[in-house]
């Protein structure tokens, strides 16, 4: 058994390298080389079969002395460099040979090698590219690695499934996909992948493992989706908190999953937490439209208009064929410009998302609180009137379905001015219109008078 830090270790790592100096004794007198540096030169090459690395350097050492412009001297004593684990002596070989001779690809291969060991990625594509044969598996891969680590996944992708087509039964590269798309925040096609690996090998524990974690996650997500498509929000918001909890690592799944999460709280008309999400979302995240236009709708729901107006125009400039959002922002608007007039929930009292019986309740509170009856000062009478007819008015809007869905869009059904062909407004009333009523009905028209002692 070979221990691994003995010289044949290392000859074995450069095996690939050791098969292109057979071919290069053929190529001396390319170089024109003279006698003496040929002698070193083979001599130095029985030495490295050998294992003698020590002097095996020394020969080649004398052969790159004997003819500075001799580019397989260079690389033949990278190659004992190599052996010997000196990877920093080889490089600068290896950079000479490629300058003495620019088509040299095994020279051009090894030096993307070291450079990718050494983090130097730029310089290490930059030779991959040069090299790289759109047939070649392993060039591929190697190519891989290098946009692995320098932060373009995408690419990475791209070049690991020519590969994938290219090797047979090539499973870590199938691994390696799905583990791509899995850090991208792609589960679905994660899963795709991670199954094609299990194809080749059923047995295989790394693509097993995985696909078990993004099984977990894909079947979790798919179930807050059809909870969400039934309304049934709050269960939904429940399955992506489990989301986080399953896969806390990677930061995509937290932003997704908090995003939907958002998403929920509004369509619940859950303002406050919905809020809370979605500007969390947006710290992560400043430019995601589906945050920024749940977040307005929280904030309509909060009253906030210009608050929504912001989310809606940002989130257009990043979408403006967006018909909701362009809806939105209309609404908003008039929502804003009818908060600056008579706002029917604050009359009452009522969130925007009240329930009827919570508007009914606030208006027997009010009318009970109002009534003019209650008042003897002149002054103080016609104050309640002009507060008994706004709080009358608002429980007439809003106890009706259709009234109150026409003010929240923005439009008061009972302001002559917003209603369309001009004219009178049938549904405005004096003081004297609403006399005799019972404040405790939930409906109209008044029956009788009501009195106050």
Same mark, same amino acid.
């Given at each position: 058994?070979?221990?691994?830090? !003995?010289?044949?270790?290392?000859?074995?790592?450069?095996?690939?390298?050791?098969?292109?100096?057979?071919?290069?004794?053929?190529?001396?007198?390319? $170089?024109?080389?003279?006698?003496?540096?040929?002698?070193?030169?083979?001599?130095?090459?029985?030495?490295?079969?050998?294992?003698?690395?020590? %002097?095996?350097? /020394?020969?080649?050492?004398?052969?790159?002395?004997?003819?500075?412009?001799?580019?397989?001297?260079?690389?033949?004593?990278?190659?004992?460099?190599?052996?010997?684990?000196?990877?920093?002596?080889?490089?600068?070989?290896?950079?000479?040979?490629?300058?003495? *001779?620019?088509?040299?690809?095994?020279?051009?291969?090894?030096?993307?090698?070291?450079?990718?060991?050494?983090?130097?990625?730029?310089?290490?594509?930059?030779?991959?590219?040069?090299?790289?044969?759109?047939?070649?598996?392993?060039?591929?891969?190697?190519?891989?690695?290098?946009?692995?680590?320098?932060?373009?996944?995408?690419?990475?992708?791209?070049?690991?499934?020519?590969?994938?087509?290219?090797?047979?039964?090539?499973?870590?590269?199938?691994?390696?996909?799905?583990?791509?798309?899995?850090?991208?925040?792609?589960?679905?096609?994660?899963?795709?992948?991670?199954?094609? $690996?299990?194809?080749?090998?059923?047995?295989?524990?790394?693509?097993?493992?995985?696909?078990?974690?993004?099984?977990?996650?894909?079947?979790?997500?798919?179930?807050?989706?059809?909870?969400?498509?039934?309304?049934?929000?709050? %269960?939904?918001?429940?399955?992506?908190?489990?989301?986080?909890?399953?896969?806390? /690592?990677?930061?995509?799944?937290?932003?997704? /999953?908090?995003?939907?999460? $958002?998403?929920?709280?509004?369509?619940?008309?859950?303002?406050?937490?919905?809020?809370?999400? $979605?500007?969390?979302?947006?710290?992560?995240?400043?430019?995601?439209?589906?945050?920024?236009?749940?977040?307005?709708?929280?904030?309509?729901?909060?009253?906030?208009?210009?608050?929504?107006?912001?989310?809606?125009?940002?989130?257009?400039?990043?979408?403006? &064929? %967006?018909?909701?959002?362009?809806?939105?922002?209309?609404?908003?608007?008039?929502?804003?410009?009818? /908060?600056?007039?008579?706002?029917?929930?604050?009359?009452?009292?009522?969130?925007?998302?009240?329930?009827?019986?919570?508007?009914?309740?606030?208006?027997?509170?009010?009318?009970?609180?109002?009534?003019?009856? &209650?008042?003897?000062?002149?002054?103080?009478?016609?104050?309640?009137?002009?507060?008994?007819? %706004?709080?009358?008015?608002?429980?007439?809007?809003?106890?009706?379905?259709?009234?109150?869905?026409?003010?929240?869009?923005?439009?008061?059904?009972?302001?002559?001015? !917003?209603?369309?062909?001009?004219?009178?407004?049938?549904?405005?009333?004096?003081?004297?219109?609403?006399?005799?009523?019972?404040?405790?009905?939930?409906?109209?028209?008044?029956?009788? *008078?009501?009195?106050?002692?």
């Amino acid at each position: 058994m070979v221990a691994p830090g !003995s010289v044949t270790s290392r000859l074995g790592s450069v095996f690939p390298f050791l098969l292109v100096l057979v071919d290069l004794q053929y190529e001396g007198a390319e $170089c024109g080389v003279n006698a003496d540096v040929e002698k070193h030169l083979e001599l130095g090459k029985k030495l490295l079969a050998a294992g003698q690395l020590a %002097d095996a350097l /020394s020969q080649f050492h004398a052969a790159v002395d004997g003819d500075p412009d001799n580019y397989i001297a260079y690389y033949r004593r990278a190659t004992v460099f190599l052996a010997m684990g000196k990877s920093k002596a080889a490089l600068p070989d290896l950079t000479k040979v490629i300058e003495l *001779k620019m088509d040299f690809t095994a020279a051009r291969l090894q030096r993307g090698h070291l450079l990718l060991k050494q983090g130097k990625l730029d310089e290490a594509e930059d030779d991959f590219k040069k090299v790289v044969c759109v047939w070649d598996a392993e060039l591929r891969e190697l190519r891989a690695e290098c946009f692995i680590k320098e932060g373009e996944p995408r690419k990475a992708i791209s070049d690991l499934k020519a590969a994938s087509k290219l090797k047979n039964d090539n499973t870590e590269a199938f691994y390696k996909i799905s583990i791509l798309y899995y850090q991208l925040g792609d589960h679905e096609l994660s899963l795709s992948e991670v199954r094609e $690996c299990l194809k080749l090998d059923q047995d295989h524990k790394r693509c097993f493992a995985h696909y078990k974690q993004v099984k977990k996650l894909n079947k979790l997500i798919e179930s807050a989706e059809e909870l969400i498509r039934d309304g049934r929000y709050t %269960d939904a918001t429940s399955k992506y908190e489990s989301v986080m909890k399953t896969e806390p /690592s990677i930061v995509e799944y937290t932003v997704r /999953s908090k995003e939907r999460i $958002c998403h929920c709280f509004s369509k619940d008309e859950k303002p406050v937490e919905a809020i809370r999400v $979605c500007s969390e979302v947006l710290q992560m995240e400043p430019d995601n439209v589906n945050a920024l236009k749940d977040r307005a709708e929280a904030y309509l729901i909060e009253e906030m208009y210009d608050e929504a107006i912001q989310d809606y125009e940002t989130a257009q400039e990043h979408n403006e &064929n %967006d018909q909701q959002i362009r809806e939105g922002l209309e609404k908003a608007q008039r929502l804003l410009k009818q /908060s600056q007039k008579r706002d029917y929930y604050k009359i009452l009292g009522v969130k925007r998302n009240a329930k009827k019986q919570e508007i009914i309740k606030a208006y027997r509170k009010l009318a009970l609180q109002w009534h003019p009856d &209650n008042f003897q000062n002149e002054e103080e009478k016609k104050k309640a009137e002009k507060k008994f007819i %706004d709080i009358a008015a608002a429980k007439e809007v809003l106890s009706d379905p259709e009234m109150r869905k026409k003010f929240d869009d923005g439009e008061d059904p009972l302001d002559a001015e !917003s209603q369309q062909g001009g004219g009178g407004n049938p549904f405005h009333r004096s003081w004297n219109s609403w006399q005799g009523f019972n404040p405790f009905s939930s409906g109209g028209p008044f029956r009788f *008078k009501f009195h106050f002692n």
